[in-house]
């Protein structure tokens, strides 16, 4: 089975291609095209210029994805992409773009929530098997989810305001480290002292596994503030502060969700991390000592399996079509789409930054 992904849903072009092989799952091409440069002057995502990007630049993706990986159109067995949740702009390049495409083609074609994509691409990577528990942290989403089956999720928890690669986002924008934040504060932090500032962990020791992160946004505003510009050591010692914040928050609220788990899921062994910020090297390894302390087996895909990329998207419909749940040209984007649809809403869960 061989499957074409494209993500256009916030600010990377993705196009690629993923087959199922004897062996395996196996990537074929996963070209992604950043618009960092493009949005980098407004310290965040501009989604007009996102739409206008991916028209620019989706072509010329789809073309060398199937060229790298040595496949024409006319042998895919369906087309993938993202129909939500994310900006609208972009998720219409996308998927009018694999509509017309699969149309074409005459294949079936697949609309994907981008966070189903993060939830089954540690399937991708390794052998894991349903149920397990995932942590799904993003620059929109910050989710503690049991994933039963593909389209089958129960949510444990979500965020109450921000999502956690917003904190990171935000709180790097205060201390004066440019966008996007996560990796900036990851790098910032390498050499500072995460004793020095004094910040919050929100949510901890409470019941639950509801996150937030504004409190923790106001504590870094307040200290950028007071001090006014901070120099290189101020910078690195409260991005490793931050950092250590958010990591241990997460990993505070997921204990919680790893007994909610076990008790409704005795036969689960596995807790897994995806989306962007599961791409930080301290939280994997907060998150490894934690699954090892509950017994549980750790697994996250590679970084850049973890921020958005077309592969995601492609073996997203791969699980899709192997099960038969194709979706009609008429298929409608979904800007909100929540994977546990019974969930209650809640003030920050569902958006897409
Ligand atoms: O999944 P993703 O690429 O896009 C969304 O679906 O939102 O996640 C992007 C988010 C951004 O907030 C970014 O700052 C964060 O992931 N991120 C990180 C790291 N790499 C990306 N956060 C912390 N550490 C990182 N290394
Ligand atoms: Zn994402």
Same mark, same amino acid.
């Given at each position: 089975m061989i499957v074409l992904g494209i993500e256009t849903s916030c600010d990377e072009t993705?196009?690629?291609?993923?087959?199922?092989?004897?062996?395996?799952?196996?990537?074929?091409? @996963?070209?992604?095209?950043?618009?960092?440069?493009?949005?980098?002057?407004?310290g965040g995502v501009v989604p007009e210029i996102a739409a206008r990007a991916h028209l620019d630049h989706l072509d010329p993706a789809i073309l060398r994805a199937l060229a790298e990986a040595g496949v024409l159109l006319g042998e895919v067995d369906g087309v993938a992409a993202a129909a939500g949740p994310g900006l609208i702009g972009g998720l219409i390049v996308g998927s009018t773009m694999a509509k017309g495409l699969a149309w074409a083609a005459g294949k079936p074609?697949?609309?994907? @929530?981008?966070?189903?994509?993060?939830?089954? =691409?540690?399937?991708?990577?390794?052998?894991?098997?349903f149920p397990y528990l995932l942590l799904l942290v993003s620059g929109g989403h910050c989710q503690l989810l049991?994933?039963? +089956?593909?389209?089958?999720?129960? $949510?444990?928890? =979500? =965020?109450?305001?921000?999502?956690a690669g917003e904190a990171f986002d935000k709180a790097a924008k205060l201390i004066g480290l440019g966008y996007p934040g996560g990796p900036a504060v990851e790098a910032a932090a390498r050499d500072g002292d995460p004793c020095r500032f004094v910040l919050p962990r929100p949510m901890k020791s409470r019941p639950?596994?509801?996150?937030?992160?504004?409190?923790?946004?106001?504590?870094?505003?307040?200290?950028?503030?007071?001090? +006014?510009?901070?120099?290189?050591?101020?910078?690195?010692?409260?991005?490793?502060?931050?950092?250590?914040?958010?990591?241990?928050?997460?990993?505070?609220?997921?204990?919680?969700?790893? =007994?909610?788990f076990l008790r409704e899921h005795?036969?689960?062994?596995?807790?897994?991390?995806?989306?962007?910020?599961?791409?930080?090297?301290?939280? $994997?390894i907060c998150l490894t000592k934690l699954a090892e302390d509950a017994?549980? $087996?750790?697994?996250?895909?590679?970084?850049?399996?973890?921020?958005? @990329?077309?592969?995601?998207?492609?073996?997203?419909?791969?699980?899709?079509?192997?099960?038969?749940?194709?979706?009609?040209l008429d298929a409608p984007l979904r800007p909100r789409w929540p994977l546990d649809t019974a969930a209650p809403p809640r003030p920050g869960a569902g958006v897409k930054a």
């Open positions: 993705a196009a690629a291609v993923v087959a199922t092989t004897a062996a395996g799952p196996r990537i074929l091409s @996963n070209l992604v095209r950043s618009q960092l440069a493009e949005h980098m002057p407004y074609f697949l609309a994907i @929530n981008h966070l189903e994509a993060h939830a089954l =691409t540690v399937r991708l990577t390794d052998e894991v098997e049991v994933c039963v +089956g593909v389209g089958h999720y129960t $949510r444990l928890g =979500t =965020t109450l305001d921000d999502a639950g596994c509801d996150f937030s992160f504004s409190g923790l946004k106001t504590a870094v505003r307040q200290i950028t503030s007071e001090r +006014g510009p901070l120099d290189p050591r101020d910078q690195a010692d409260l991005a490793a502060s931050l950092q250590l914040a958010i990591c241990e928050a997460l990993t505070d609220r997921t204990a919680n969700a790893i =007994t909610g005795p036969e689960g062994d596995t807790l897994v991390v995806a989306g962007g910020v599961a791409a930080n090297k301290q939280l $994997r017994g549980l $087996r750790f697994v996250a895909p590679p970084p850049a399996l973890c921020t958005d @990329n077309g592969a995601t998207i492609a073996w997203a419909g791969i699980e899709r079509l192997r099960l038969n749940l194709v979706d009609g």
